[in-house]
Structure formats: C-alpha cells, structure tokens
C-alpha cells in the first residue's frame, strides 16, 4: 500500500529552501517550456517525453482540466518550474490504474523535493479514483527507485531492451508498482 503523506502547497526543502507545489495551469506554458529547456541532455535521453519539444508542453498544457490526468508542478518565488510530476489515468480495463511521471530540475535535486513530489502525485491519483499506481523508469535510474520504494511501491516487473533512447540506446525498464488507500 502506498503511503498517504502526499500534499500541495508551500514546502520547506532539506537545503533551507521553498518552492510551491501547485497543480498545473494553462498560464504555465511558458514556464514549463523553460524547464524542459533546462534539464540536461542526459536527462532528455531517457525521458518519456520530450519536453524541449513545443508540441509536447501544448500538449501537457492544454491537459490542464483533463479528468484522466493530473499535473503537478513546483514553482518557486519568482514563478520558475523546478519540478514536474503527472499521474494519467490508464483505458479501458485497467481504468483504476494511474501510471505517473516525475523529473526534478538538477539544481534542486538532492533536497527532498522529488519525494515531495511523489507524495503529493500519489494523493492526486488517490483523489480522482485510482486505486493502483505504476511508474515505469529505466532500470539504471537508482534515485527513482528509491523514492517509489520508500512510498510503498514494489517492483513488479522488468522489460527487457524496452526503451530507446534518443541516441539509439536500447535501455531494460522496471516497472514499480502500489496499491492506494480509498
Ligand atoms: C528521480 C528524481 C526525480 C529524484 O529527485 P530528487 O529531488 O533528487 O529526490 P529526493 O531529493 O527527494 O531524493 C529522495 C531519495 O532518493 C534517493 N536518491 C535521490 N537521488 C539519488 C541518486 N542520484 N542516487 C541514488 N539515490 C538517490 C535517495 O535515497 C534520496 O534520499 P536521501 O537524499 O535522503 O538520501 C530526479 O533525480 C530526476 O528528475 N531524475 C530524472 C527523471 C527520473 O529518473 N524520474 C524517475 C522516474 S519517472
């Protein structure tokens, strides 16, 4: 069972300082391009999405009011995105499922922000009726795994050479799952 701890609004980071995390809006288009645009190509290799792609943050943006998908960001005092985090709700028969999606700006990584993140995502999907979460990462990503695993998630299975990334690289994917609390 996945833990219940998750919450938005103001929080306090291991390293002193304070973002807010909020819901996503229509007026952040801008600001989550900027981030996209920040994270590092080491980062963007292995990302589901491209978020240096325009099309990509229209997409995310207009999804704002979607009843399947919920967004999270965390923004700090002088509105910049430092931190993204989804949870979209999966068709059809596994319509209870909810698979989420996080990524911390480098330079606020290493301060709890991640776990944060996760905590309040995991609650968002408890609230619009998921009752199991499943995040899939590259097999190689230790600080994922550390976070879903101290949330209560267990990996429920592995995918071999299932991801490509944008060099051509064939990567395995684990696929960690958790049931959540109605
Ligand atoms: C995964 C990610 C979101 C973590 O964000 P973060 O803000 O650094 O996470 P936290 O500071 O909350 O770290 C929580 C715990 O995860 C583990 N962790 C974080 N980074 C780690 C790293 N580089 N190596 C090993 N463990 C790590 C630690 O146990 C850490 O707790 P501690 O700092 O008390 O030791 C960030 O590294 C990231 O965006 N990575 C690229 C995208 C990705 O892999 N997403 C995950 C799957 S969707």
């Known amino acids: 069972m996945a833990q219940r701890i998750g919450a938005l609004g103001n929080v306090a980071l291991k390293d002193g300082r304070s973002v807010m995390i909020r819901n996503l809006r229509d007026a952040d288009r ?3 391009a900027t981030f996209g645009q920040s994270l590092p190509k080491n ?3 292995y ?3 491209d978020f240096t792609h325009p099309q990509i943050i229209d997409h995310l943006v207009d999804g ?3 009843e399947h998908w919920r967004q999270i960001v965390a923004i700090t ?3 910049q995105i430092v931190g993204y985090t989804a949870a979209l709700r999966m068709p059809g028969w596994s319509n209870h499922v909810a698979n989420i999606q996080l990524i911390v700006q480098p330079a606020y990584r290493r301060s709890g922000l991640g776990m944060q993140l996760a905590q ?3 609650e968002e999907a408890r609230d619009f009726g998921a009752t199991k979460v499943t995040v899939d990462m590259l097999a190689a990503l230790n600080a994922g795994q550390a976070i879903f695993s101290r949330l209560g998630f267990a990996v429920e299975g592995q995918l071999a050479r299932h991801a490509i990334d944008r060099d051509g690289n064939l ?3 684990v696929i960690m799952s958790a049931f959540v609390r109605v």
């Open 30 to 32: 801008e600001a989550l």
């Open 120 to 122: 309040a995502i995991v």
């Open 171 to 173: 990567h395995d994917i």
């Open 64 to 66: 704002v009011n979607a």
């Open 43 to 45: 980062d963007l290799l």
């Open 77 to 79: 005092h002088d509105e």
């Open 47 to 49: 990302l589901e999405q």
